[in-house]
């Protein structure tokens, strides 16, 4: 008998009695044996999975960010390659109007050249229709002021013409020296 001090009527609870220690040896082998087979493979199935979860969700998790990454890459340099289309773009249109702004001015020279051309044209022949109208009135004027003056008919057509052909001469001639000075004048002005 093991060395236990038992006293008299009293019952120790720290020392079990033998029957009651082999019988919970027993049972804890047979839990401890149940937990082994079955418990503990699942619960190490669930840890497994739930680190895997977290592995992989860590993996997926980086997996996204270089995809994002690259997503970001190409989407910046698309935004560039836009932006210089766009430059392009622009540029072209600056050019395409100034072509346009250029063809247009030298198309509006071009009308304006003929308009003054046209109305130089029709200015020369107004003045020589002008002129003609002039010389017919001034010389029917001169030949009637000629006869007047000198008392006899100048009515031989002949004699009318030369002597009107002669006064429109020395007009015309003291016109162009009168121009002439005027045009020295405004050249010295000038100058």
């Known amino acids: 008998m093991p060395n236990t001090t038992v ?5 120790s609870p720290i020392y079990p009695k033998g029957d009651e ?3 919970g040896t027993i049972a804890f082998l047979i839990i401890f044996t149940i937990f082994w087979k079955k418990l503990l493979p699942s619960i190490k199935k669930t840890l497994d999975e739930r680190t895997d979860a977290i592995e992989g969700g860590m993996e997926r998790a980086k997996e996204a960010q270089a995809a994002a990454a690259a997503l970001q890459e190409e ?7 836009a932006r210089h289309q766009a430059a392009k773009i622009t540029q072209d249109a600056r050019e395409q109007g100034a072509a346009i702004v250029a063809q247009m001015r030298g198309e509006g020279q071009e009308q304006r050249d003929n308009l003054v051309a046209g109305g130089r044209t029709q200015l020369d022949a107004d003045a020589a229709a002008t002129r003609a109208a002039l010389k017919g009135d001034l010389g029917s004027l001169a030949i009637q002021l000629a006869s007047k003056i000198v008392g006899e008919s100048l009515e031989d057509e002949a004699r009318q013409r030369g002597t009107v052909d002669r006064f429109l001469s ?12 005027n045009t020295a004048a405004a050249a010295k002005a000038g100058a």
Do not use: C, H, M, P
């Not at 989407?75 to 390659?81: A, G, M, S, V, W």
């Open 170 to 181: 020395e007009l015309e001639a003291k016109a162009d020296a009168a121009s002439g000075s």
């Open 7 to 11: 006293l008299a009527g009293t019952f």
């Open 75 to 81: 989407y910046q340099r698309n935004l560039t390659e």
């Open 21 to 23: 220690l082999v019988i």
